[in-house]
T-cell receptor
Framework: ELKVEQNPLFLSMQEGKNYTIYCNYS?????LYWYRQDPGKSLESLFV?????AVKQEGRLMASLDTKARLSTLHITAAVHDLSATYFC????????????FGQGTRLTINP | DAGVIQSPRHEVTEMGQEVTLRCKPI?????LFWYRQTMMRGLELLIY????????DSGMPEDRFSAKMPNASFSTLKIQPSEPRDSAVYFC??????????????FGPGTRLTVL
């Protein structure tokens, strides 16, 4: 059974600091997805990483994928309050199947 | 595009009542997914359809839950009879086919269900 684990599950940090969220998964996959969910809202797609070594950046967020280590990271640079949200990673359940397995989510709180 | 549309946005009902949640996927998307989100269990995939055909319903918790997709632009998730433990946020998501099998899914706003 495919497992997707995020670390940490809760993160409280101050504005201006840097931090990294980790996403480990238990089976081979060369695609990984990051989503953001604001409190009481829906999930919004942030990044789609399609191959080993893929790196994508949007503003203060940067995501990378290491398929050999089965690890993706979401790095936050100089955090600002607006980035407070829950971040989910997800992996294809089975190659060729249109189904994702999501991690537990990391609830990020950025304090002024 | 309007995105994935769900209705109702909020539903409060009493135990034993039938509940029907509705979803309109993004036009042209061939895949439709129903998820349930709770604090305890996180985000769970209940069922998904491809071209209106159910592909995997292994996440449907029990026979009280049923889902249909009568056409490409409409799906329902029905709970009958409802129980308090069904209280959750139910999301519908859709995904296009033919994009190098990229499984990026686009989520609707969700229906917050409370069963008293």
């Amino acid at each position: 059974e495919l497992k997707v684990e995020q670390n940490p599950l809760f993160l409280s940090m101050q504005e201006g600091k840097n931090y990294t969220i980790y996403c480990n998964y238990s089976t081979t996959s060369d695609r990984l997805y990051w989503y953001r969910q604001d409190p009481g809202k829906s999930l919004e797609s942030l990044f789609v990483l399609l191959s080993n070594g893929a790196v994508k950046q949007e503003g203060r967020l940067m995501a990378s994928l290491d398929t050999k280590a089965r690890l993706s990271t979401l790095h936050i640079t100089a955090a600002v309050h607006d980035l407070s949200a829950t971040y989910f990673c997800a992996v294809d359940a089975v190659q060729g199947a249109q189904k994702l397995v999501f991690g537990q989510g990391t609830r990020l709180t950025i304090n002024p | 595009d309007a995105g994935v549309i769900q209705s109702p946005r909020h539903e409060v009902t009493e135990m034993g009542q039938e509940v029907t949640l509705r979803c309109k996927p993004i036009s042209g998307h061939d895949y439709l997914f129903w998820y349930r989100q709770t604090m305890m269990r996180g985000l769970e995939l209940l069922i998904y359809f491809n071209n209106n055909v159910p592909i995997d319903d292994s996440g449907m918790p029990e026979d009280r839950f049923s889902a249909k997709m009568p056409n490409a632009s409409f799906s329902t998730l029905k709970i009958q009879p409802s129980e308090p433990r069904d209280s959750a946020v139910y999301f519908c998501a859709s995904s296009p086919q033919g994009r190098r099998t990229i499984n990026e899914q686009f989520f609707g706003p969700g229906t917050r269900l409370t069963v008293l």
